[in-house]
């Protein structure tokens, strides 16, 4: 039987990945979740304590800030191979393909961790909301341990040494786009920080979310980088996306790539972006945007 | 201070949409895509040169495990500004994944601390390539080194040997002090790159590049590349993402009406 250890941070996407591990192996395999209610400092000692009481065969953890650091200093301790951000975990007989994007998710590649077990556990992170919420439940290692400032006890003994001296609650965007059913989204061809603005008075009048792209943040037309969307930000399944000036990168691209229906707005009339909408429309951005503000709910 | 950044050409991140696997070969397919400097990797360099114009002493180098004709990619972080350049450049590490990519690259910072005959104090690198975007190798890099790490780094400051920074996560942005030696991998929002001028150019000719094969580094072939490699990979595949596109609205529609029509898909979907 398999051991399936999954790193829970205190956010959802710990049981969005037990959901997905459930589904894989359903009765065939022991579950355990490690909780240590993101305590940055401490995560790794208390890993590698979990990691030698239980031995498990697959280590899953979620790509946030913390586990994108656990898990590839996992596996060089554990000597072992490590697969990031899947976007799918597929059984095959005895091994398991990690489906890892590439190149802004224009290329999906199979990762296979060979000779994976309890000697040499396949270690693998999935974004947030990768999966679909999941109400599975499994036995937990509750370490009890909360976030607060000290030394990073990174549990062994390593050359400089860094203390957490501050956290600070961050400052959100006004609407959160990644369980937003409406999206309404700003690229590089809205062009100003008036029309930024617009984007947001949508969301705010329609009841959706305001993305943008990284060419329009790095305008700093005023989106934060809790806004953009793709590859580098945040992955969003809304019913309905309408993109306004988006040119259509593929690492934007990549992070739509699940919305129920893809409008797009764009005055190129070749605009890559076309090609993966289903509906287009070759206008200039801002005028569409402003007859929409003038529309009624 | 001595900072050493850790730098990878990548095929230019703007240009994905031309990269493809070929249907015969199932290989990818990445002609014509130019290479760059991972754009991270620059927000590190400057990082490294604000460090070190602001303190007395301090030294910039630069180290690269890439192919031989990216070099021109490592000359160009010279005419940025760093003092001096190593490229690790062999066959034997080519296909390799990120523990076997941070065991040369940490075995390169050793080879270089010995060359030189220092310690470095702080290592600094982009958070994650644009390529595979995995955001391992700095992280991996400081495991081998057994040094302090510090990834999604979006704000640093040196004074006098205290190194101060800003972490962010998702919900919280955590302060951090300490000393190095450590592995800091920094976010695209540290800092606004300084371009290349032309002095820059003329300066980086004169500048030290060494580039290493694995003749120079002497490490085990069974730790290189592809077959040091604990994770292995299959198939590679194109996900179809392309949709109908069909015309929102009629050719001569003014853009209310497609305001009027982007209503309707919205009041269908039930949003």
Same mark, same amino acid.
């Given at each position: ?297 | ?41 620059? $927000? ?44 690790? =450049? ?38 994650? =390539? ?26 640093? $400051? ?38 290349? $001028? ?15 094969? $694995? ?6 072939? =069974? ?49």
């Amino acid at each position: 039987m398999k051991k399936i250890m999954i790193m829970d941070q205190g956010d959802p996407v710990a049981y969005q990945i037990l959901g997905k591990a459930k589904s894989l192996y359903g009765d065939d395999a022991d579950y355990v979740m490690v909780k240590f209610h993101k305590a940055h400092n401490q995560a790794m000692r208390l890993m590698e304590k979990a990691i030698a009481d239980e031995k498990p065969d697959v280590i899953l953890i979620g790509a946030t800030a913390l586990g994108e650091e656990v898990a590839p200093a996992l596996g060089i301790r554990l000597e072992t191979g490590v697969a990031a951000h899947c976007i799918d975990i597929i059984r095959k007989e005895d091994e398991l393909a990690f489906m890892v994007p590439a190149f802004g998710g224009k290329v999906i590649g199979e990762i296979f961790v060979p000779g994976w077990g309890p000697e040499h556990p396949a270690i693998a992170t999935v974004k947030p909301g990768t999966f679909d919420d999941s109400k599975a439940d499994c036995r937990v290692i509750d370490f009890d341990v909360m976030i607060e400032a000290g030394e990073i006890d990174s549990g062994r003994k390593t050359q400089g040494t860094f203390r957490l001296t501050g956290i600070e609650p961050r400052k959100h965007a006004k609407s959160d786009i990644s369980k937003a059913q409406l999206i309404f989204c700003g690229g590089f061809g809205i062009g100003s920080t008036d029309n930024w603005q617009k984007i947001e008075k949508l969301a705010e009048k329609f009841g959706g979310g305001a993305g943008c792209t990284r060419p329009a943040l790095d305008m700093d037309w005023g989106p934060d980088e809790s806004s953009m969307i793709g590859t580098s930000g945040k992955t969003v399944k809304p019913k309905v996306y309408i993109g306004f000036g988006v040119s259509g990168a593929a690492h934007h691209v990549c992070g739509i790539k699940d919305a129920d229906v893809i409008i797009s707005i764009n005055n190129d009339k070749d605009a890559e972006v076309f090609a993966v909408s289903d509906y287009k429309g070759v206008f200039d951005a801002e005028a569409v945007i402003d007859a929409l503000l003038e529309e009624d709910r | 201070m001595n900072i050493l950044v850790l730098v990878k050409p990548v095929p230019d991140p703007e240009k994905y949409n031309e990269i493809r696997i070929d249907s015969q070969t199932k290989r990818l397919v990445r002609e014509g895509v130019p290479t760059v400097i991972n754009p991270t990797d620059r $927000n590190a360099l400057e990082a490294a040169l604000q460090i070190r114009d602001a303190m007395e002493d301090s030294t910039v180098t630069v180290l690269s495990m890439a192919p031989e004709f990216s070099r021109d990619k490592i000359v160009e972080c010279l005419a940025m500004g760093a003092d001096d350049a190593y490229l690790l =450049s062999d066959r034997a590490f080519g296909g390799a994944d990120t523990y076997a990519t941070s065991y040369v690259l940490a075995e390169g910072i050793k080879k270089v601390e010995a060359e030189k005959g220092l310690m470095f104090d702080l290592i600094l690198a982009g958070n994650e =390539s644009a390529d595979g975007a995995t955001a391992h190798v700095p992280v991996q890099v400081a495991e081998w080194l057994k040094i302090s790490h510090i990834s999604r780094v979006c704000s640093l $400051n040196v004074e006098d040997e205290l190194i101060k920074l800003v972490k962010r996560s998702e919900d919280v942005m955590l302060s951090f002090q300490g000393e190095g030696p450590a592995v800091l991998a920094v976010t695209r929002d540290i800092n606004k790159p300084r371009f290349v $001028n032309a002095m820059g150019i003329v300066k980086a000719r004169k500048k030290p590049l060494t580039i290493w094969s $694995n003749e120079d580094m002497k490490l085990e072939e =069974s730790r290189l590349g592809l077959e040091g490699s604990p994770t292995q990979p299959g198939e590679l595949i194109a996900p179809h993402m392309g949709r109908a596109g069909e015309p929102l609205v009629s050719g001569d529609a003014t853009a209310a009406d497609a305001a009027k029509a982007i209503l309707s898909v919205m009041r269908k979907a039930g949003v």
